[in-house]
């Protein structure tokens, strides 16, 4: 079996410790990291997130793939992210309040800090305050806000309502992303910008910290 096949398989059963082995592997035989993360770990969790959906493995499979992808993207890190220099722009990035996946979040963080974008993870289950409080205190160019869940998305629109109270609305750019989330929904509550994928939020949040 091709071994980003072999990723993807091991990742949908939850092995760590093959993961541990093979990612390293695919490095060695010249494989691009973006390649190893898209067609490799991306390709089993989607699969992962099908059967989910189906009913055909329950949360306890789901959280031992998302430990495993954990794993994978550990290694990944230091070949996706850039050498350290002057940061080129700070973002404040997290899951909104009632929501705790933090997998795409995560991969979001990992390429904007490719881009030399210092970012400030805020975590999973994040407020709205939090987000506009440490945008002021730290000075964010950009308020990253990532949801997985339908009953959560709205959050968004709380933090761009805050940031209009708050007065800072015009110094801020608030990026929106996750599986629900839509163009659409971006325009309709008001944000800068929406990004499908990790690799396309880092080229806007880019964008946005050298306007
Ligand atoms: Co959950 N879950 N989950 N889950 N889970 C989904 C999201 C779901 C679609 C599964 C399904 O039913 N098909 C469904 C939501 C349905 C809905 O809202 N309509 C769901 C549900 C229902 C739930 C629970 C409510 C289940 C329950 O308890 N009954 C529960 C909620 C817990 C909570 O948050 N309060 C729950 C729990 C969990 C686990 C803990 C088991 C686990 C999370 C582990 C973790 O994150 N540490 C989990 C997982 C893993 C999933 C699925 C299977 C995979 C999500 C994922 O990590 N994908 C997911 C099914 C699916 O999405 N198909 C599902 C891989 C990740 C790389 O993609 O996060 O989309 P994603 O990120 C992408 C882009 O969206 C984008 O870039 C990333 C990479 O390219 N992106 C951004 C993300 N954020 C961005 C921000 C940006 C820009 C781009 O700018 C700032």
């Known amino acids: 079996m091709p071994i980003l096949d072999e990723i993807s398989v091991c990742l949908q059963r939850g092995s760590v410790k093959e993961i541990n082995i093979l990612v390293p592997k695919a490095l060695e035989e010249g494989i691009e990291p973006q390649t190893v993360l898209n067609d490799g770990l991306l390709s089993g969790m989607s699969v992962v997130g099908e ?3 189906n009913n055909e493995i329950f949360i306890p499979e789901v959280m031992i793939a998302a430990r495993a992808m954990k794993a994978g993207t550990d290694i990944l890190r230091p ?7 002057r940061a080129a722009g700070k973002v404040c990035l997290g899951t909104v309040k ?3 996946h933090d997998i795409g979040k995560n991969l979001v963080k990992i ?8 970012v400030i993870d805020l975590g999973v289950d994040v407020a709205p305050e939090r987000f506009v409080e440490t945008a002021i205190k730290e000075n964010c160019r950009v308020i990253g806000c990532s949801a997985l869940l339908t009953t959560t998305m709205g959050v968004m629109k709380d933090v761009v309502s805050l940031c209009e109270k708050e007065g800072i609305r015009n110094r801020v750019k608030i990026m929106i992303g996750g599986a629900p989330v839509s163009e659409d ?11 499908p994928d990790a690799a396309s939020a880092a080229d806007k949040a880019l964008e946005f910290c050298s306007e």
Do not use: Q
């Open 51 to 53: 059967k989910f959906k």
């Open 98 to 100: 009632g929501d705790r």
């Open 111 to 118: 390429m904007l800090e490719g881009k030399g974008l210092e």
């Open 79 to 85: 070949y996706l992210t850039a050498e350290k220099g």
């Open 185 to 195: 929904f971006c325009r309709e509550i008001g944000a800068d910008a929406y990004t």
